[in-house]
């Protein structure tokens, strides 16, 4: 073991963001009770470096970065259907994009340029960022992961 990140619960979702400084977690407060927040660790220290909180969101599931770390997906561990796309260096929400089927946004995945975002719950979801449209639909989504 090279570190540990002190939590008080589990997550549901960790991500490193792309430049390898951070670990982000999202999901279980404490014992099941769901947890709106995002923490961030800085890798180097353990240290937690912010928090990120949306009051819309009952709890984070999902989690996936722009291939350029600058942007955060977050989906929803609720029947809300929300995804927000945060600014990761700010901590501030830029968009939301909700799932007309309100399906929990367990998976989550940006396009290559960062132009798209597929989503996966209930149906898979190819979301046009700039619109936010829905601009495809594919299938069910079984599994916990949408990846390239």
């Given at each position: 073991m090279v570190k540990v990140f002190e939590a008080s619960g589990g997550f549901y979702s960790v991500r490193w963001s792309p430049d390898g400084k951070y670990i982000v977690g999202a999901g279980i407060h404490s014992f099941g009770e769901k947890d709106r927040n995002i923490y961030v660790w800085d890798v180097v220290t353990g240290n937690e470096r912010k928090e990120f909180t949306d009051k819309e969101t009952v709890s984070a599931w999902g989690l996936s970065f722009s291939l350029d770390g600058r942007y955060l997906a977050v989906g929803s561990a609720d029947s809300s259907g929300?995804?927000?796309?945060?600014?990761?260096?700010?901590?501030?929400?830029?968009?939301?994009?909700?799932?007309?089927?309100?399906?929990?946004?367990?998976?989550?995945?940006?396009?290559?340029?960062?132009?798209?975002?597929?989503?996966?719950?209930?149906?898979?979801?190819?979301?046009?960022?700039?619109?936010?449209?829905?601009?495809?639909?594919?299938?069910?989504?079984?599994i916990d992961e949408v990846s390239k």
């Open positions: 929300l995804i927000s796309i945060w600014d990761f260096p700010s901590g501030e929400v830029i968009r939301k994009l909700k799932d007309p089927s309100e399906g929990e946004q367990r998976a989550l995945d940006f396009s290559p340029d960062g132009k798209y975002l597929v989503s996966g719950g209930g149906p898979i979801l190819l979301w046009d960022l700039e619109s936010r449209k829905i601009v495809r639909q594919f299938g069910i989504c079984h």
